[in-house]
Protein backbone atom coordinates (compact mmCIF):
# COMPACT_ATOMS: atom_id res chain seq x y z
CA UNK A 1 0.00 0.00 0.00
CA UNK A 2 1.42 3.39 -0.75
CA UNK A 3 1.73 5.85 1.59
CA UNK A 4 1.43 9.50 1.12
CA UNK A 5 3.47 11.50 3.71
CA UNK A 6 3.39 15.21 3.57
CA UNK A 7 6.64 15.53 2.78
CA UNK A 8 5.63 12.92 -0.31
CA UNK A 9 2.32 15.65 -0.78
CA UNK A 10 4.31 18.50 -0.92
CA UNK A 11 6.72 16.77 -3.80
CA UNK A 12 3.90 15.51 -5.65
CA UNK A 13 2.30 19.55 -5.42
CA UNK A 14 5.59 20.88 -6.65
CA UNK A 15 5.62 18.18 -9.68
CA UNK A 16 1.92 19.17 -10.89
CA UNK A 17 3.09 22.68 -10.78
CA UNK A 18 5.43 21.90 -13.11
CA UNK A 19 3.83 19.96 -15.44
CA UNK A 20 0.45 22.27 -15.42
CA UNK A 21 1.24 23.83 -18.52
CA UNK A 22 0.99 20.91 -19.88
CA UNK A 23 -2.30 20.10 -18.79
CA UNK A 24 -3.64 23.65 -19.91
CA UNK A 25 -3.14 21.77 -23.41
CA UNK A 26 -6.32 19.21 -22.39
CA UNK A 27 -8.63 21.62 -24.46
CA UNK A 28 -6.95 20.66 -27.32
CA UNK A 29 -7.02 16.65 -27.32
CA UNK A 30 -11.51 17.14 -26.50
CA UNK A 31 -11.16 20.11 -29.41
CA UNK A 32 -8.98 19.41 -31.70
CA UNK A 33 -10.01 21.95 -33.92
CA UNK A 34 -12.67 24.73 -33.54
CA UNK A 35 -15.61 26.07 -35.79
CA UNK A 36 -16.87 29.65 -35.32
CA UNK A 37 -20.55 30.58 -37.34
CA UNK A 38 -20.98 33.38 -39.58
CA UNK A 39 -24.83 34.66 -40.75
CA UNK A 40 -23.30 37.63 -42.84
CA UNK A 41 -25.43 40.05 -44.68
CA UNK A 42 -23.57 40.03 -47.46
CA UNK A 43 -23.32 37.21 -50.13
CA UNK A 44 -21.45 34.09 -49.28
CA UNK A 45 -18.41 34.49 -50.94
CA UNK A 46 -17.26 38.00 -49.57
CA UNK A 47 -18.39 36.60 -46.17
CA UNK A 48 -16.24 33.59 -46.47
CA UNK A 49 -13.06 35.82 -47.56
CA UNK A 50 -13.58 38.29 -45.35
CA UNK A 51 -13.66 36.05 -41.88
CA UNK A 52 -10.64 33.99 -43.28
CA UNK A 53 -7.87 36.73 -41.67
CA UNK A 54 -10.13 36.23 -38.81
CA UNK A 55 -9.95 31.98 -38.49
CA UNK A 56 -6.63 31.99 -39.68
CA UNK A 57 -5.52 33.96 -36.60
CA UNK A 58 -7.37 32.04 -34.46
CA UNK A 59 -5.59 28.85 -36.03
CA UNK A 60 -2.36 29.80 -35.40
CA UNK A 61 -2.54 31.50 -32.01
CA UNK A 62 -4.95 28.84 -30.13
CA UNK A 63 -2.83 26.00 -32.07
CA UNK A 64 -5.97 24.52 -33.62
CA UNK A 65 -7.49 24.00 -36.63
CA UNK A 66 -10.27 27.35 -37.01
CA UNK A 67 -13.00 26.23 -39.21
CA UNK A 68 -15.98 29.01 -40.67
CA UNK A 69 -19.54 28.19 -41.10
CA UNK A 70 -22.29 30.17 -42.71
CA UNK A 71 -25.39 29.91 -41.78
CA UNK A 72 -28.58 30.82 -44.31
CA UNK A 73 -29.39 32.64 -41.39
CA UNK A 74 -28.87 33.81 -38.00
CA UNK A 75 -31.44 31.06 -36.76
CA UNK A 76 -29.63 28.42 -38.38
CA UNK A 77 -26.27 29.63 -36.71
CA UNK A 78 -27.88 29.57 -33.68
CA UNK A 79 -28.94 25.83 -34.17
CA UNK A 80 -25.50 25.32 -35.04
CA UNK A 81 -24.28 26.30 -31.41
CA UNK A 82 -26.80 24.61 -29.97
CA UNK A 83 -26.33 21.27 -31.52
CA UNK A 84 -22.40 22.09 -30.61
CA UNK A 85 -21.14 21.86 -34.28
CA UNK A 86 -20.05 25.67 -33.65
CA UNK A 87 -18.41 26.73 -30.64
CA UNK A 88 -17.73 30.66 -31.19
CA UNK A 89 -20.32 32.92 -33.27
CA UNK A 90 -20.78 36.66 -34.22
CA UNK A 91 -24.16 37.76 -34.80
CA UNK A 92 -26.27 40.85 -34.03
CA UNK A 93 -27.45 41.45 -30.82
CA UNK A 94 -31.10 39.77 -31.75
CA UNK A 95 -29.91 37.12 -32.36
CA UNK A 96 -28.00 36.62 -29.20
CA UNK A 97 -31.32 37.25 -27.58
CA UNK A 98 -32.81 34.30 -29.34
CA UNK A 99 -29.99 32.55 -28.70
CA UNK A 100 -30.16 33.02 -25.30
CA UNK A 101 -33.48 31.97 -24.80
CA UNK A 102 -33.42 29.02 -26.80
CA UNK A 103 -29.59 27.91 -24.96
CA UNK A 104 -30.03 30.33 -21.01
CA UNK A 105 -26.54 30.24 -19.61
CA UNK A 106 -24.74 27.66 -21.88
CA UNK A 107 -23.83 30.58 -24.00
CA UNK A 108 -22.59 34.04 -23.13
CA UNK A 109 -21.06 37.13 -25.18
CA UNK A 110 -17.21 37.27 -25.00
CA UNK A 111 -16.30 40.96 -26.15
CA UNK A 112 -17.89 43.92 -28.76
CA UNK A 113 -15.93 45.72 -31.60
CA UNK A 114 -15.10 49.39 -30.94
CA UNK A 115 -15.50 51.15 -34.03
CA UNK A 116 -13.03 53.51 -35.41
CA UNK A 117 -14.08 55.98 -33.53
CA UNK A 118 -14.17 54.02 -29.92
CA UNK A 119 -17.99 54.18 -30.52
CA UNK A 120 -20.01 50.96 -29.26
CA UNK A 121 -22.84 51.15 -31.28
CA UNK A 122 -24.09 51.34 -34.92
CA UNK A 123 -28.12 52.02 -36.09
CA UNK A 124 -30.88 50.57 -37.83
CA UNK A 125 -31.67 52.96 -41.05
CA UNK A 126 -35.09 53.03 -43.72
CA UNK A 127 -33.50 54.02 -47.24
CA UNK A 128 -35.20 54.46 -50.18
CA UNK A 129 -33.63 55.35 -54.31
CA UNK A 130 -32.28 58.30 -54.30
CA UNK A 131 -34.41 59.37 -56.80
CA UNK A 132 -37.31 58.67 -55.72
CA UNK A 133 -39.70 61.72 -53.90
CA UNK A 134 -39.44 59.99 -50.35
CA UNK A 135 -38.02 62.12 -47.95
CA UNK A 136 -39.75 60.91 -44.79
CA UNK A 137 -41.11 57.51 -43.22
CA UNK A 138 -44.21 59.31 -43.53
CA UNK A 139 -43.68 59.20 -46.97
CA UNK A 140 -43.56 55.45 -47.70
CA UNK A 141 -46.74 55.26 -45.71
CA UNK A 142 -48.72 52.35 -47.96
CA UNK A 143 -45.42 51.54 -49.94
CA UNK A 144 -43.91 48.67 -50.05
CA UNK A 145 -41.00 47.14 -47.86
CA UNK A 146 -38.40 44.71 -46.93
CA UNK A 147 -37.17 43.75 -43.77
CA UNK A 148 -33.85 41.72 -43.69
CA UNK A 149 -34.29 39.05 -41.39
CA UNK A 150 -36.62 37.91 -38.89
CA UNK A 151 -33.49 38.05 -36.22
CA UNK A 152 -32.12 40.79 -37.19
CA UNK A 153 -31.51 43.47 -34.92
CA UNK A 154 -31.44 46.57 -37.24
CA UNK A 155 -32.65 44.91 -40.52
CA UNK A 156 -36.09 43.63 -38.07
CA UNK A 157 -36.04 44.37 -34.25
CA UNK A 158 -36.03 48.03 -33.95
CA UNK A 159 -37.52 49.37 -36.96
CA UNK A 160 -40.40 47.12 -35.96
CA UNK A 161 -40.24 48.41 -32.22
CA UNK A 162 -40.35 51.95 -33.20
CA UNK A 163 -43.71 51.43 -35.01
CA UNK A 164 -45.13 49.96 -32.48
CA UNK A 165 -44.31 52.54 -29.82
CA UNK A 166 -44.00 55.42 -31.59
CA UNK A 167 -46.44 55.40 -34.31
CA UNK A 168 -48.85 53.11 -32.70
CA UNK A 169 -48.93 50.67 -35.85
CA UNK A 170 -47.20 47.72 -37.29
CA UNK A 171 -45.46 47.51 -40.52
CA UNK A 172 -48.24 45.44 -42.37
CA UNK A 173 -50.42 48.05 -40.96
CA UNK A 174 -48.28 50.90 -42.23
CA UNK A 175 -46.90 49.16 -45.51
CA UNK A 176 -48.76 48.42 -48.20
CA UNK A 177 -46.62 45.51 -48.89
CA UNK A 178 -44.02 43.77 -46.52
CA UNK A 179 -41.70 40.58 -46.97
CA UNK A 180 -38.48 39.58 -45.50
CA UNK A 181 -35.60 39.67 -48.05
CA UNK A 182 -33.08 37.42 -46.79
CA UNK A 183 -30.13 39.56 -46.30
CA UNK A 184 -28.86 43.27 -45.50
CA UNK A 185 -27.36 43.42 -49.05
CA UNK A 186 -30.23 41.69 -50.80
CA UNK A 187 -32.85 44.17 -49.20
CA UNK A 188 -30.94 47.04 -50.82
CA UNK A 189 -30.47 45.25 -54.13
CA UNK A 190 -34.22 44.78 -54.35
CA UNK A 191 -34.97 48.45 -53.30
CA UNK A 192 -32.51 49.84 -56.14
CA UNK A 193 -33.72 47.29 -59.11
CA UNK A 194 -37.32 48.71 -58.23
CA UNK A 195 -38.51 46.00 -56.35
CA UNK A 196 -39.24 47.50 -52.92
CA UNK A 197 -39.59 51.07 -52.13
CA UNK A 198 -38.35 51.42 -48.68
CA UNK A 199 -36.07 48.65 -47.19
CA UNK A 200 -34.10 48.49 -43.21
CA UNK A 201 -30.64 47.57 -42.65
CA UNK A 202 -27.63 48.66 -40.79
CA UNK A 203 -25.63 52.02 -40.56
CA UNK A 204 -22.89 52.88 -38.85
CA UNK A 205 -21.62 56.75 -40.09
CA UNK A 206 -21.47 58.58 -42.86
CA UNK A 207 -18.44 55.63 -44.26
CA UNK A 208 -19.17 52.90 -43.13
CA UNK A 209 -22.37 50.57 -42.61
CA UNK A 210 -24.13 47.92 -45.33
CA UNK A 211 -24.63 50.79 -47.97
CA UNK A 212 -21.53 52.04 -47.86
CA UNK A 213 -19.80 48.17 -48.13
CA UNK A 214 -21.92 47.51 -51.53
CA UNK A 215 -20.94 50.73 -53.06
CA UNK A 216 -17.67 50.32 -52.17
CA UNK A 217 -17.86 46.62 -53.24
CA UNK A 218 -19.35 48.14 -57.02
CA UNK A 219 -22.80 46.15 -56.15
CA UNK A 220 -24.84 49.72 -56.11
CA UNK A 221 -23.72 52.77 -57.44
CA UNK A 222 -22.69 55.60 -54.88
CA UNK A 223 -25.33 58.04 -54.44
CA UNK A 224 -28.11 55.54 -55.42
CA UNK A 225 -30.13 55.60 -51.94
CA UNK A 226 -30.90 57.80 -49.73
CA UNK A 227 -31.83 57.21 -45.92
CA UNK A 228 -35.14 58.84 -44.60
CA UNK A 229 -35.19 57.18 -41.10
CA UNK A 230 -32.13 56.52 -38.20
CA UNK A 231 -32.78 54.49 -35.07
CA UNK A 232 -31.62 55.09 -31.63
CA UNK A 233 -28.00 53.57 -31.04
CA UNK A 234 -27.80 49.70 -31.01
CA UNK A 235 -25.47 47.69 -29.17
CA UNK A 236 -22.53 46.32 -31.30
CA UNK A 237 -22.30 42.99 -32.47
CA UNK A 238 -21.19 40.70 -29.68
CA UNK A 239 -18.76 37.80 -30.27
CA UNK A 240 -20.54 34.74 -28.24
CA UNK A 241 -19.15 31.29 -27.10
CA UNK A 242 -20.27 28.36 -25.69
CA UNK A 243 -19.90 28.68 -21.83
CA UNK A 244 -19.63 24.41 -21.91
CA UNK A 245 -16.47 24.72 -23.26
CA UNK A 246 -13.28 23.61 -21.35
CA UNK A 247 -12.71 27.06 -19.17
CA UNK A 248 -9.14 27.02 -20.23
CA UNK A 249 -10.25 27.44 -24.15
CA UNK A 250 -12.68 29.96 -22.94
CA UNK A 251 -10.20 31.71 -21.42
CA UNK A 252 -7.61 31.50 -23.99
CA UNK A 253 -10.03 32.59 -26.12
CA UNK A 254 -10.86 35.69 -24.82
CA UNK A 255 -6.94 36.62 -24.61
CA UNK A 256 -6.03 36.04 -28.40
CA UNK A 257 -9.43 37.20 -29.49
CA UNK A 258 -8.57 41.19 -27.40
CA UNK A 259 -4.64 40.61 -28.73
CA UNK A 260 -6.27 40.69 -32.60
CA UNK A 261 -5.71 43.96 -33.55
CA UNK A 262 -2.16 44.58 -31.94
CA UNK A 263 -0.77 40.97 -33.19
CA UNK A 264 -2.03 40.71 -36.44
CA UNK A 265 -3.29 44.40 -37.44
CA UNK A 266 -3.59 43.80 -41.12
CA UNK A 267 -5.48 40.42 -40.65
CA UNK A 268 -8.18 42.65 -38.07
CA UNK A 269 -8.49 45.49 -40.78
CA UNK A 270 -9.14 43.61 -43.41
CA UNK A 271 -11.58 41.27 -40.72
CA UNK A 272 -13.53 44.58 -39.76
CA UNK A 273 -13.00 46.10 -43.26
CA UNK A 274 -10.77 49.05 -41.35
CA UNK A 275 -13.79 50.12 -39.78
CA UNK A 276 -13.19 48.94 -36.33
CA UNK A 277 -10.54 49.94 -33.67
CA UNK A 278 -10.57 47.04 -31.09
CA UNK A 279 -12.46 44.87 -28.84
CA UNK A 280 -14.03 45.45 -25.28
CA UNK A 281 -15.53 42.89 -22.66
CA UNK A 282 -19.28 42.30 -23.33
CA UNK A 283 -21.64 40.84 -20.48
CA UNK A 284 -25.09 39.53 -20.94
CA UNK A 285 -25.97 43.03 -19.29
CA UNK A 286 -25.25 44.88 -22.20
CA UNK A 287 -28.18 43.72 -24.41
CA UNK A 288 -30.99 43.58 -21.87
CA UNK A 289 -32.01 46.79 -23.61
CA UNK A 290 -32.17 44.73 -26.84
CA UNK A 291 -33.79 41.34 -25.48
CA UNK A 292 -36.90 43.83 -23.93
CA UNK A 293 -37.15 44.96 -27.53
CA UNK A 294 -37.41 41.31 -28.84
CA UNK A 295 -39.26 40.11 -26.15
CA UNK A 296 -42.01 43.41 -26.67
CA UNK A 297 -42.16 42.34 -30.50
CA UNK A 298 -42.93 37.97 -29.75
CA UNK A 299 -45.77 40.04 -27.78
CA UNK A 300 -46.74 42.16 -30.22
CA UNK A 301 -46.98 39.33 -32.95
CA UNK A 302 -48.49 36.54 -30.90
CA UNK A 303 -51.69 39.60 -29.99
CA UNK A 304 -51.85 40.09 -33.78
CA UNK A 305 -51.97 36.40 -34.51
CA UNK A 306 -48.42 36.27 -36.41
Known amino acids: ???????????????????????????????????????????ETDAIARN????????????????IVRGTDYAAVIEAM?????????????AYALARKIMGED??????????????????????????????????????????????????????????????????EYFGEVAFSGGHEQSVMALVNGTFDAVATHWRNETAGNIQT?????????GSTRIIWKSPVIPNTPVMMLTTLPQELQDEFKAVLMAFPEKDPEG?????RGTSSGYVAATHDDYLDVIAITEFNAEQRRKNGN
Do not use: C
Not at 52 to 67: F, I, K, M, T, W
Not at 82 to 94: D, E, F, K, N, T
Not at 214 to 222: C, N, P, S, T, V
Not at 268 to 272: H, M
Open 107 to 172: IAPVAVTLDGDGNLGYYSVIAVRADSPYQTLEDVKGKSFAFADPNSTSGYAVPSYYLATELNTSAD
Open 52 to 67: QPYADYLSRELGVPVN
Open 268 to 272: FAEYT
Open 1 to 43: MLTLTRRGLVAALVSLALISPALGQDWREQYPELTIGISSGEN
Open 82 to 94: RSGHVQIASVGPA
Open 214 to 222: MEGKGLIEK
